[in-house]
């Protein structure tokens, strides 16, 4: 996007072209974020590990100060926060045209990768063999989802307070059915007056652990400790680069709203996942619920299993878990083509859904970075985080519960009282095969420290077998 380019980078005078200070070359750049692009499976805690490896540890152009202060600001911020500090990283090395490549080839394989398998799922969902490679993947999913529950709460859930914030937000999504935005606001404001009051029960420790043994000073590493000039806050260039990502953002919406009208599918999934795009905190298993029960209950884009066969590819492939968003906007253009052939009017929703999701988060980035030393020690922020992890917890045990509800049985009826709603299982319909893989993956995970990936393969094959032995 080489005029966007030239447009953030115009807006502050001061920043020179290459070549850089540091010496990096903006080719070199390329291809260690390819690599970094390539290796990024296992979630954000594997993704952020891989960066830390390539780019402080082997390459050296990072140093860990600079790395985990980066990742900190990440996390206070809606979206992916690994694909986030790999925008940061690239754009502190290279100015906007790095962070704009950064940022983009961290989403490119996993958006062909799960392009490629929700052709085969549209066109192939109901031969044997998909049928039970899928099988197999929901119910590993299912104990991947479990195992997620205990590692963010066990660094989230550091004492009552927070304890009684998990607990109070999944009694709100999973019996009062209260929207996932409500709740996370309603715990940051919980959070940020906390914070202020200074309170020791907000404070949490920062970021996921980036690894082990000798730390490279900033001032050891190619950048340096210097703030690099384009670096620097500059009031211009951030209102400037801000009007440019909103336009991006905004424009094909309303292009949308006014030529095909607010019922189209395409503006339906346009508006839910922009929405998406500034209230997924906390990672995507958080947000994911919200969206399953929306998506299968509200628009009838999925049917409740088909969920679980989403964040089945989004898990095998690489790039951050929410592009898991991408198959369900994909599956509800397919089913509601409009005049389009399904499969054309797929293919554009998967690219829609992916441009409102993930290009938020280059704004994020390219606004707020200058400043993030301005947010770096303040309490009342790092309070209103605390809150948001803690909450966080709940809405993910509430996405475990609703997943094993439609894994491991065939039916499940709802029962309702006012606004207090209660989903059931009917226990005749308990699918035993499920709960056989859902167990065997748990052991895998959590006795045997079985990795994600192997995991996953393992069921999605223990399925297709099960599936061809019963036909």
């Known amino acids: ?97 790095g962070g704009l490549v950064a940022g983009m080839l961290f989403v490119l394989p996993g958006f062909l990768a799960i392009l490629g398998l929700s052709y085969i799922y549209a066109a192939f969902g109901n031969v044997t063999v998909v049928e039970g490679l899928f099988f197999g993947l929901k119910a ?42 409500l709740i996370i606001l309603a715990a940051g404001i ?16 920062g970021g996921h652990k980036a690894g082990t043994g000798p730390i490279l000073k900033d001032e050891d590493s190619v950048l340096g400790e210097e703030t690099p000039i384009h670096a620097r806050p500059n009031l211009a260039w951030s209102l400037r680069v801000s009007a440019v990502f909103l336009a991006l953002w905004l424009a094909p919406l309303a292009m949308l709203l006014v030529f095909l009208g607010v019922d189209n599918v395409f503006t339906q999934i346009g508006m839910f996942f922009s ?69 054309t009017a797929a293919t554009l929703a998967a690219i829609l859904t992916i441009w409102v999701t993930f290009l938020p988060c280059f704004l994020w980035i390219f606004l707020g970075a200058p400043f993030i030393e301005r947010l770096r020690n303040n309490v009342a922020l790092t309070g209103a985080m605390s809150a948001i992890t803690a909450a966080v917890v709940g809405v993910i045990l509430n996405l475990a519960v609703w997943f094993g509800l439609h894994t491991l049985f065939s039916e499940v009826v709802s029962w309702n009282l006012g606004s207090f709603s209660l989903d059931v299982p009917v226990l005749s319909s308990l699918v035993l095969p499920s709960l056989v893989l859902t167990v065997a993956a748990g052991v895998a995970i959590f006795r045997f420290r079985a990795s994600v990936i192997a995991t996953l393969l393992a069921c999605a094959v223990a399925g297709m077998i099960w599936t061809l032995m019963m036909s």
Not at 313 to 320: F, L, V, Y
Request: glycine content about 12%.
């Open 1 to 97: 996007m080489p005029e966007m380019t030239d447009i953030a980078d115009k807006a502050a005078p001061d920043m020179a072209r290459p070549p850089y200070s540091h010496g990096i070359p903006f080719s070199e750049g390329v291809r260690v974020w390819l690599r970094v692009a390539a290796l990024s499976f296992g979630g954000p805690a594997g993704q952020i590990a891989v960066m830390h490896r390539i780019l402080v540890d082997e390459k050296r152009w990072i140093g860990e100060h600079r790395f985990l202060h980066a990742l900190n600001y990440c996390m206070l911020l809606p979206g992916p926060e690994a694909q986030q500090l790999a925008v940061y990283i690239g754009w502190l090395l290279h100015r906007t045209a």
């Open 190 to 205: 919980i959070g940020y007056v906390g914070g202020r009051s200074g309170s020791p029960l907000f404070r949490v420790g």
């Open 275 to 343: 929405k998406m795009a500034v209230v997924t905190f906390g990672g995507a298993y958080a947000v994911l619920a919200y969206v399953a029960q929306e998506a299968v209950e509200h628009y009838g884009w999925l049917r409740p299993g088909e969920m679980l066969d989403g964040l089945g590819m989004a898990e095998t492939t690489p790039g951050p878990l929410i592009m898991v968003v991408q198959f369900v906007g994909f599956m509800g253009a397919y089913r509601d083509p409009g005049s389009l052939n399904p499969m």
């Open 140 to 181: 590993a999913v299912l104990a991947v989802v479990i195992q997620a529950v205990f590692r963010i709460g066990g660094r989230a859930l550091k004492n009552r307070l927070t304890i009684g914030i998990a607990a109070a937000a999944f009694i709100a999504i999973f019996f009062f059915r209260v929207p996932f935005p």
